[in-house]
């Protein structure tokens, strides 16, 4: 006995379980200087202080899990993360999560390279007002597989093969379905309902 208690006080201490990464961060000093000039400009309708660094995990189309991240307005960064982990749960195939300023905020790239993305201080195309990603409360999920459609154009053009909404197909989205449920229990309205066209990569929480 007097050799197990001698044993066990000279034994060296087991090392404790490494904390884990928040799941959502203030934006880092390195990270507002890569997002100044490219994704966030003086005058966009959010200040940086109010946005956040949200990290995700998802399937990809190789079935295994990766890690992603997005930049989102605070007050949406914890819903949104709930959303991704239901869609993990759901088994709901993404093919890659950044942040837009990774790809230089340009949004065709990144929707011809299937990138789910959220913040980006952008006008809506052909106007001069801020879209809903300018405020960090919207987001574009499987850009290419979930394209947007107005009468005969497709955009990025090269999703026209994705144009039908078919269930089957993996990361398609699909009205009534488990993702865009996912994002209703949050608030958040989904572009495929829109009348004038179907925005089927976006989700927003004014629907806008």
């Known amino acids: 006995m ?12 087991l090392a404790e379980d490494p904390v884990p990464p928040p799941r959502v961060e203030a934006l880092s ?26 990290h ?27 959303v991704f982990d239901n869609l993990l749960a759901l088994r709901f195939v993404i093919t890659k999560v950044a942040p837009a300023y990774t790809y230089g905020g340009d949004d065709d790239a990144m ?9 980006n201080c952008r ?19 499987n850009p290419l597989w979930n394209p947007w459609v107005h009468g005969d154009k497709v955009d990025p053009p090269e999703a026209l093969p994705f144009v039908d909404r078919d269930p089957t197909r993996a990361g398609t989205i699909v009205a009534e379905g488990p993702v865009v449920a996912a994002f209703r229990a949050i608030g958040w309205r989904w572009g495929g309902n ?6 089927y990569q976006h989700f927003s929480l004014s629907g806008r």
């Open 2 to 13: 007097i050799l197990l208690l001698l044993a066990l006080a000279t034994a060296p201490a």
């Open 29 to 54: 000093p390195e990270l507002r200087t890569a997002m100044t000039g490219v994704t966030w400009k003086e005058g966009c309708p959010v200040p940086l202080d109010d946005l956040r660094l949200v």
């Open 56 to 82: 995700v995990r998802y399937l990809g189309p190789d079935d295994a899990v990766h890690d992603g991240a997005l930049v989102l307005h605070k007050d949406q960064a914890q819903p949104v993360a709930g």
């Open 111 to 119: 929707m011809k390279d299937n990138v789910t993305s959220a913040f």
């Open 123 to 141: 006008m809506v195309a052909g106007t001069h007002t801020y879209s809903e990603h300018s405020t960090g409360q919207a987001l574009d999920l």
């Open 194 to 199: 829109w009348q004038r066209s179907k925005d």
